[in-house]
């Protein structure tokens, strides 16, 4: 019963790992978000459109180099399945944040927050259940 932590760690090395690579696009997403709405004065909902877009592609990558191993799909089929599940996430992404910050005028980086973790509930499952499918 006396799990050392590297043991702990291996036997939940995929959602450990899942969870630190969401929390470095976490920080990636929210900078990219805070630079086009405080730099480039981009309104909130359009920066966050393009700064959803930007972390999605980092977040595959990183995702496919430490989470997911290939699975039964090509490659082709993977990348297609990844990025249908991303598009459904970012319309989830998009429409909350909208309704967070213009109907319960929550700022718009706690909204941020509150949407990420929703939406990475989501990733997660879609990607083990129906794109990384070992």
């Known amino acids: 019963m006396n799990k050392t932590l590297y ?12 969870i630190l690579i ?12 805070m630079v086009f709405v405080e730099w480039f ?9 393009v700064s959803s877009l930007i972390t999605i592609f980092i977040c595959y990558l990183l995702n496919v180099s ?3 191993k290939g699975g039964k799909y090509s490659k082709g089929k993977e990348i297609l399945a990844f990025y249908i599940f991303s598009i459904i996430g970012f319309v989830i992404n998009v429409v ?18 509150l949407v990420t973790l ?13 794109v990384f499918i070992e």
């Open 41 to 49: 004065y981009l309104e909130v909902n359009l920066a966050n459109i």
């Open 118 to 130: 929703i939406v990475a509930v989501f990733n997660f499952i879609a990607r083990k259940k129906f």
């Open 22 to 33: 969401g929390f470095l696009c976490y920080l990636i997403g929210i900078a990219l978000l």
């Open 96 to 113: 909350l944040l909208y309704l967070m910050t213009k109907y319960l005028a929550l700022w718009y980086v706690i909204s941020k927050t």
């Open 7 to 18: 043991q702990l760690y291996q036997s939940n090395r995929q959602i450990i790992s899942f």
């Open 66 to 68: 430490y989470v997911f």
